[in-house]
Every structure is written in structure tokens, then in C-alpha cells.
């Protein structure tokens, strides 16, 4: 049995993508399930996954860390002298933790945001309406469990009825 989503029509698409990542932490894979979920987020821009597990668009780079260490800020610094764009995604609950360290070590040069944010906005900002808001979940559940079958099917997502049939408040 994967993640169980209980699909609330009516709950903000931060607060759902945070009780995702609260189940993945509960068993300890929180920081795989973020990725996926941000690598199936962009999936239509063809992103490449490298060695050290970020994620590259062009001359952009895409980290996500649920506990950012000094070698990640030393990783964002060799990509800005690289002459890359850094983002940097991190649970919400380590947000504003993280935009003070990462200013004080690589000053005005990382994007950093919350991953539920991040994906929130771009679900949000696609579909101004209850039922594509729900497509628009329905499409990257689906592509986040195709990329897990290949890692983990113990994080699929389990999706309810009422996000499958499209259902609206």
C-alpha cells in the first residue's frame, strides 16, 4: 500500500502536497517523494536528473533537500560560478531556516521556496477552476507514480475516487 490521499475538493493545493510530504516523512523517504513529485511537476520540460540527484532544465538547476547541509550550499555555489540558475525547494516547515542560511552563504543568488508552493502555484496558476485544478492534480499524481514504479511502489500515491472522477466542491 503506497500513500493514501484523502481528496478534499475544497482543501488549498499547498496544504494537500504538504500531508503527502507528512507521510512520506512518517516513513522516512520524505526527500525521494519530493523530488518525484517536483521531477513529475516538470515533466513536460524534459528534465534530466544528474549524479547528485538535482534536477536540470537547460542552464537551470532544480534542488530539493528536506534538510540542506553545507554541502548542498557549496553544490548551489559551483553551479552559480558555472554560470547556472539555482532553485532550491525545501518542505515549509524548513523555509525560512533555509532562505537565512542560504543568504548568508550565497547571497541573493538561490531561488529558495517550499516545494508545495512551488507546485501549488503551477497547479493553481494552470486551472482556475475546481474541476482542472483536479485534472491538473489527477495528471501529476499519475506521472509521480510512473516515476516511483521504478524506485518504489511503496510510494505510490494512492488516488480516491473523488480525484479520479474529477469531482468539484
Not at 529558495?112 to 477552476?129: G, K, P, T
Amino acid at each position: 500500500m503506497g500513500i493514501v490521499l484523502n481528496y478534499e475538493p475544497t482543501l488549498a493545493t499547498r496544504p494537500l502536497i504538504g500531508k503527502i510530504l507528512e507521510s512520506a516523512k512518517a516513513t522516512g523517504k520524505e526527500e525521494l517523494v519530493a523530488r518525484c513529485l517536483l521531477a513529475a511537476k516538470l515533466e513536460d520540460m524534459g528534465p534530466q536528473f544528474d549524479r547528485s540527484g538535482s534536477l536540470r532544465i537547460n542552464d537551470t538547476v532544480f534542488y530539493v533537500a528536506v534538510s540542506p547541509d553545507e554541502a548542498l550550499y557549496e553544490r548551489c555555489r559551483e553551479n552559480i560560478k558555472a554560470g547556472q540558475c539555482v532553485y532550491l525547494f525545501v518542505p515549509q516547515r524548513v523555509l525560512e531556516e533555509t532562505r537565512e542560511s542560504v543568504e548568508s552563504m550565497v547571497p541573493g543568488n538561490v531561488e529558495v521556496d517550499s516545494l508545495e508552493s512551488f507546485i501549488a502555484q503551477s497547479i493553481d496558476m494552470s486551472a482556475f477552476s475546481h474541476q482542472g485544478r483536479t485534472d491538473e492534480l489527477r495528471k501529476l499524481f499519475e506521472r509521480y507514480n510512473v516515476l516511483v514504479d521504478s524506485l518504489d511502489k511503496s510510494l505510490r500515491i494512492e488516488m480516491p475516487d473523488s480525484l479520479l472522477v474529477g469531482a468539484a466542491c
